[in-house]
């Protein structure tokens, strides 16, 4: 415990930090009283969140993907959802309660972003069309890439490789140029700096 | 490249007044100088003939109460890429590092990255809070931060996805759109600790967790013993305070660490007994790695280099001869020990010269004061930290990533630079 030593601030009131503090733990800490189905889920998707999202979390246009993409976690090019690569079905209800839907956050009720979350849970086929889910049963949902997450574990991984004392003269045979910018031309146009202009 | 003709002054006779100092002044720079030692076949106007600037006056001091710079510099301003993201709003631009030197990134051009775009609160609105696993839940106003000690460091702010786009080859062509996701700017603010102290962390206390006013909130776990060890709640930054886009008028500095860790418009401090694992610490911000299993929590930034001139929106233009290569380096893990340069794309190395005493987890300017032959070259820059950690080629990285991380890419960069020292993003092998 350490101690107070200048006085400044003053005491948070209860009801400024319920209005501010409502992050989810994995743990189901900071869960509010509530609950949802996946019929329920389905209205408030259609009419918060499927223009951009797809009716069934499929995604439209380039935003983004919730569901699909089981077992691509190893292709060239994976598609991580919150069936296929989220780990925690706390991430889904803190975000979408307080950051959306893009453009007007925080109009979700408690109930309605139960109702969303077992939406997206069944759009992933993790649950049941009959599914409810509420504060009671919240931390019993398994989702599917639970474990699929380690540590930063660079300083033993990389640091073994890469502290070592580098070559500085002949360090390989002669080099040449594999992959070039210029063929793929995605660049947006720019005026280069010329020094005598 | 411009026009560099010999014969340009010449054809100044008729030509209006304003052509003619375009072009003498295009010549007076340019490869014909350069390649004939600096002699001069014709008196040069700009010193024979008086001009406006040294004859009529300027702008007094009542013209620009806040200036921008000069109309020549438009070039140097922020950069974006349309079809990196969806929108404009959750998205991200550049820095122009190709066009800065020293260390110090001016804050009306560093770099921007939202995710519910920039908002304007006023310092009257602002509050902060700090609650969770704490003796004295505490809100504080704006007022009341200011009276608190402050500290000024200087330190830089990487975007975790800088260089993602080229993990899977050479794709964008300038080092802005390469490696301008980062600026470093000279921080004034309280310390993190100070702050959490005022409130009293209560032992079962392991994580702080910080998010923003805005509607993304961009809430992070912060593992306590970095809150109460560097991280700074800043003001102030490049001696003003914050910019709007930057989160005016409080974010948090994490030094070191991924720039998503710097919450902008920082709204509330919890503690909490584990980490919250958000949405930017889980679905963004992990690191998928080949075998289909991400690494989470990876939080340094690693060593790591690049030249900014020459490089393809800095043209070697001069011709063969004398030439500056530089850049700049930094490191998450603390300071920058050396820079090595290649001119031959790794083959043969010398080491640069760093300008100042390079600061921990700051940017570092390097020079190599070259000699140019006039042929083509490859030039790489490759960092050393004072962990003794070496930059790694993007082979290296990838071979024990794979292609699909997305973050925190600091293998080394190579630009091809040809014989008019135009230069290209290319990979070697």
């Known amino acids: 415990v350490l101690a107070q030593e200048f006085g400044l601030g003053r005491a948070a009131l209860p009801e400024e930090i319920e209005a501010w503090d409502v992050a989810v733990l994995p743990d189901g800490t900071g869960l509010p009283e509530g609950s949802g189905d996946v019929y329920d889920g389905e209205e408030a998707w259609i009419n918060n969140c499927a223009s951009c999202h797809g009716d069934f979390a499929e995604g439209a246009g380039a935003w983004p993907v919730i569901a699909g993409g089981d077992g691509t976690l190893t292709d060239a090019r994976p598609v991580k959802t919150v069936g296929s690569y989220w780990p925690y079905l706390s991430t889904v209800f803190d975000y979408v309660h307080r950051s959306m839907p893009f453009g007007a956050a925080q109009i979700l009720t408690y109930d309605e972003t139960y109702a969303i979350t077992a939406y997206i849970l069944y759009s992933n086929g993790i649950v049941d069309d009959d599914f409810v889910l509420s504060r009671d049963n919240f931390t019993e949902v398994n989702m599917p890439n639970v474990d699929g997450f380690i540590v930063d574990d660079r300083v033993d991984t990389e640091f073994p490789l890469f502290v070592t004392e580098p070559c500085m003269s002949d360090c390989t045979d002669s080099v040449e140029i594999s992959k070039r910018a210029s063929d793929i031309a995605v660049t947006p146009p720019f005026p280069r700096l010329l020094l005598d202009g | ?429």
């Open chain 2, 1 to 429: 490249m411009t026009d560099q003709s010999n014969d340009a002054p010449r054809k100044a006779g008729g030509a209006s007044r304003r052509d003619f100092l375009r072009t003498a002044g295009l010549a007076a720079g340019g490869a014909a100088l350069a390649a004939t030692g600096a002699r001069a076949n014709a008196p040069d106007a700009l010193i024979t003939e008086v001009q406006p600037y040294a004859s009529f006056t300027g702008e007094g001091v009542d013209a620009t109460p806040y200036g921008m710079p000069i109309h020549f510099e438009e070039h140097v301003v922020r950069r974006n890429v349309e079809w990196l993201t969806a929108d404009p709003i959750s998205s991200i631009n550049f820095t122009p590092i190709h066009a800065l030197e020293g260390t110090i990134t001016p804050q009306g051009c560093a770099f921007e990255r939202h995710h519910s775009g920039a908002i304007e609160m006023s310092k009257q609105e602002y509050r902060l809070m700090i609650n969770g696993l704490v003796d004295r839940p505490l809100v504080f106003t704006f007022a009341d931060l200011m009276r608190l000690p402050r500290e000024s460091h200087v330190y830089f702010c990487e975007c975790a996805a800088n260089s993602g786009m080229e993990w899977g080859g050479a794709q964008l062509n300038g080092a802005q759109f390469t490696h301008g996701m980062i600026h470093n700017m000279e921080y004034i603010g309280v310390p993190l600790r100070v702050l959490l102290e005022e409130a009293g962390v209560q032992p079962e206390g392991k994580w702080v967790y910080v998010e923003g006013h805005d509607a993304s909130s961009n809430g992070r776990s912060i593992p306590l013993e970095k809150a109460m060890d560097d991280c700074l709640v800043a003001f102030y930054a490049n001696g003003e305070a914050l910019r709007m886009e930057h989160g005016y008028p409080v974010r948090l500095v994490v030094p070191g660490w991924e720039g998503n860790m710097w919450v902008k418009w920082l709204r509330r401090i919890a503690v909490y007994h584990a980490a919250v694992e958000s949405r930017e610490e889980t679905s963004k911000y992990t690191d998928l790695l080949a075998n289909g299993v991400a690494r989470k929590w990876t939080y340094e930034m690693d060593a790591k280099s690049v030249i900014t001139a020459p490089s393809p929106q800095a043209p070697a233009s001069h011709g063969a001869g004398p030439m500056v290569i530089t850049g700049l380096a930094w490191s998450g893990r603390g300071k920058i020990t050396r820079v090595d340069v290649s001119t031959d794309g790794g083959v043969n190395w010398v080491e640069a010269r760093l300008a100042g005493d390079p600061l921990p987890m700051a940017l570092t300017r390097f020079y190599v004061d070259h000699v140019w032959d006039g042929k083509p070259m490859l030039l790489q820059s490759r960092a050393v930290d004072e962990t003794g950690y070496v930059q790694p080629t993007k082979d290296q990285l990838r071979a024990v990533r794979g292609l699909n991380s997305i973050y925190h890419n600091n293998g080394i960069q190579t630009w091809y630079v040809n014989e008019n020292g135009e230069a290209e993003n290319v990979e070697v092998s």
